[in-house]
């Protein structure tokens, strides 16, 4: 089948459908120059522009928000304008701001809240951005398909991967014991490839450091602007689709090569973990066959796992060594556990969502379950043959923090001082609400 793509079509690739300004207010001034509706076409990119500055003098630091995630970045940009109009206060001189964010990692509708905060406390809003980009056409697959497994840490799935790994058309290499993930790795890598800095690098190669092709860390849209625009449409437009495509075989035909070495024929996935990303996302939009499992854990056992798992191996892991105490460290995950219920809500047509608690409760029932879905052999000989095997492969590791099966589940309680449940359940309110936990 030829594979054209869908960037052939005359839509662009991203448009901005409403751009809300927020009123002026004491602590900041501020506007955003770009996007606009009628900014010219910068391929799978968004334009983000302006300036801001604080009638106190006091240090301003630019907040995009797109869901749960957020991107600060600094003024940086000269602005003799602001410095003439504002004489005397200091930082006018480069109140400007001005990046391309990355379209590829954003939902095909999407909304950026873009703010200001002052001296680090206080957040004032400076516009509101509603757009959406083209999402690709799914195609079939060339070779083994993604089955990406979307879940957090310490929430089974190294016991979901390892039953996943064996069997006999599904590919996944030693779970028990390492993360392979060759169609993140293709396509995470073609996405930083795709970005205007790095494709800006087939024109200008500039100082070739390490990883040069790379580009700088970020480019301003005037610099692109700049450009003759069949040239930015060269660099920006259907070449950055085809980047992506041709990641996705490539991982395809890693997947095939490897399921050979183990003396399999008939590889019909590839099985991998990742947390909530873009990368599940664009798997979905551009193979057709892919398929996605959301690996539930009630998020309170979650932490209490994580918590002590760390004690066992003596050192912090899972995101709390970059926090001060335990209660940031909640809150740390409470933000990737709402960015899976975003995902969930997102792409749960064609997925199957899997509680840990009823995998492992009835891993055989669990696994048949999933084998169905994703229309592969599930004979109760062939389950049972897996379960076994993946048990033994399971008890030459040290994963456990609970004596059972049983006791993994509500151990929070248990475990978790007043303080930190108290915290918890507030923290994970909303989706243990989403997943139907209490």
Same mark, same amino acid.
């Given at each position: ?29 501020? +506007? ?11 391929? %799978? ?5 302006? %300036?801001?500055?604080?009638? +106190? ?65 206080? &957040? ?49 290499? $030693? ?10 790795? $293709? ?60 990641? /996705? ?17 008939? /590889? ?41 798992? +760390? ?9 709390? &060594? ?5 209660? $940031?460290? /909640?809150? %740390? ?10 995902? %969930? ?79 918890? +359940? ?13």
């Amino acid at each position: 089948m030829s594979r054209s793509p869908s960037s052939a079509l005359d839509a662009p690739a991203v448009q901005i459908d409403e751009l809300e300004l927020a009123p002026r207010g004491e602590r900041v001034h501020a +506007n955003l120059e770009r996007p606009g509706a009628d900014d010219p076409a910068l391929g %799978w990119c968004v334009p983000v522009s302006g %300036w801001a500055l604080a009638p +106190n003098g006091g240090a301003v630091t630019i907040e995009i928000r797109q869901g749960h995630q957020v991107l600060r970045i600094p003024r940086t940009v000269e602005r003799p304008d602001l410095a003439d109009a504002y004489q005397g206060l200091r930082g006018a001189e480069r109140a400007g701001f001005s990046l391309v964010l990355d379209a590829l990692k954003l939902p095909p509708a999407f909304e950026l809240q873009v703010g200001a905060t002052v001296d680090g406390t206080h &957040e004032e809003p400076i516009a509101h951005v509603r757009g959406s980009r083209r999402a690709f056409e799914p195609l079939p697959a060339r070779g083994a398909a993604p089955l990406t497994v979307t879940t957090l840490g310490r929430s089974g799935s190294t016991l979901l991967l390892t039953l996943l790994s064996l069997h006999p058309q599904i590919v996944a290499f $030693q779970p028990e014991t390492y993360d392979s993930r060759p169609f993140a790795y $293709q396509l995470d890598a073609a996405i930083a490839m795709a970005n205007p800095a790095s494709r800006m690098r087939l024109l200008d190669s500039g100082t070739q450091g390490e990883a040069w092709w790379l580009g700088r860390a970020s480019m301003r849209p005037d610099e692109l602007l700049r450009i003759d625009e069949p040239l930015r449409e060269l660099l920006l437009g259907p070449p950055v689709e085809g980047l992506l495509r041709s990641a /996705v075989d490539q991982a395809a035909a890693f997947v095939t090569d490897l399921g050979a070495t183990q003396e399999r024929t008939d /590889v019909r996935y590839g099985a991998e973990k990742c947390g909530p990303a873009h990368l599940q996302r664009l798997l979905r939009e551009l193979c057709a066959d892919g398929r996605e499992i959301f690996l539930v854990r009630d998020f309170r056992d979650v932490i209490a796992s994580m918590l002590a798992f +760390n004690k066992k191996r003596g050192y912090d892991a899972f995101g709390r &060594e970059h926090v001060a105490d335990d209660e $940031q460290f /909640v809150r %740390w995950q409470a933000g990737i556990a709402a960015a899976l219920a975003a995902g %969930w809500r997102e792409r749960r047509e064609g997925a199957l969502l899997v509680p840990y608690e009823e995998l492992v409760a009835d891993v055989p029932a669990m696994l048949a379950r999933i084998l169905d879905y994703l229309e592969l052999d599930a004979a109760p000989s062939l389950v049972g043959a897996i379960v076994e095997r993946a048990e033994a492969q399971l008890d030459r590791i040290q994963h456990r923090t609970s004596p059972d099966a049983s006791a993994s589940s509500g151990r929070w309680e248990r475990d978790l001082p007043p303080a930190l449940k108290d915290l918890a +359940n507030e923290a994970f309110a909303d989706p243990l609400q989403e997943f139907g936990y209490a």
